[in-house]
């Protein structure tokens, strides 16, 4: 399991607790240029390390400290909001204040799908909504968690922090998707970072109920 822990010390760090693939812009490969280019300190451990991320057929695998346990429940491709809230403070009793859970399908017309997060100190629930395109790109994942921890660290709320992120794996998968390339390389980061420096976003979150 991949996890980012924030470490509250006078220069704005953070383990990246990830695995190490190398090649194809996924895992610690992803994280440690958008943190960086965010301003902050990035200090890994891998949990594994891959010639090349899982995507690619014939990889080479070592793994060094990893291991997952969060809800044992049978996953739903139709689950609703109301189910989705309530793993979400399930997640949350078992200790971290902020869960965030991404790849939520919308109901309704087109194919869309939303972020919703929980912040257990103040007991309210966040949403962004996603625009879909078909195609899908390993790292994504990291890259959105990156980009959430290093707003935090910069000062933004939860909610600002999420849309942050959205727009981020919004504009590279876009920037990526109009090239005839391998998607399993990953989302071109190079040519999106510059994005992390810009000012706040127009926001689009909304609290739920």
């Known amino acids: ?102 790849s939520v399908p919308e109901m309704g017309p087109g194919h869309k799908t939303a972020v919703i997060a929980y912040d257990r100190e103040d007991r309210r629930f966040w949403k962004v909504g996603c625009e879909y395109l078909p195609t899908s790109y390993p790292g994504t994942g990291d890259a959105f968690a990156s980009v959430v921890v290093g707003s935090l660290l910069q000062g933004d709320s939860l909610p600002m922090a999420l849309d942050r992120a959205v727009q981020f794996i919004s504009l590279g998968v876009r920037a990526t998707f109009g090239y005839a390339y391998d998607s399993h390389q990953g989302i071109l980061l190079e040519r999106i970072l510059g994005h992390l420096r810009a000012s706040v976003p127009l926001s689009s979150y909304e609290l739920l109920d």
Not at 88 to 95: E, K, P, Q, S
Request: aromatic share 6%; glycine share 4%; proline share 7%.
């Open 1 to 102: 399991m991949e996890s980012i822990h924030l470490l509250k010390t006078s220069v704005q760090r953070v383990a990246a607790i990830h695995d190490l693939s190398g090649f194809g812009r996924a895992s610690l490969t992803v994280v440690m240029p958008i943190l960086s280019t965010m301003g902050i300190q990035v200090c890994p451990l891998p949990t594994a390390v891959l010639s090349t991320h899982s995507k690619f057929p014939d990889y080479y695998f070592v793994d060094l400290t990893e291991a997952a346990l969060l809800l044992d429940r049978p996953y739903n491709p139709a689950v609703s909001t109301a189910e989705i809230k309530e793993w979400i403070v399930d997640l949350a009793a078992r200790g971290p204040r902020i869960v965030i859970v991404t």
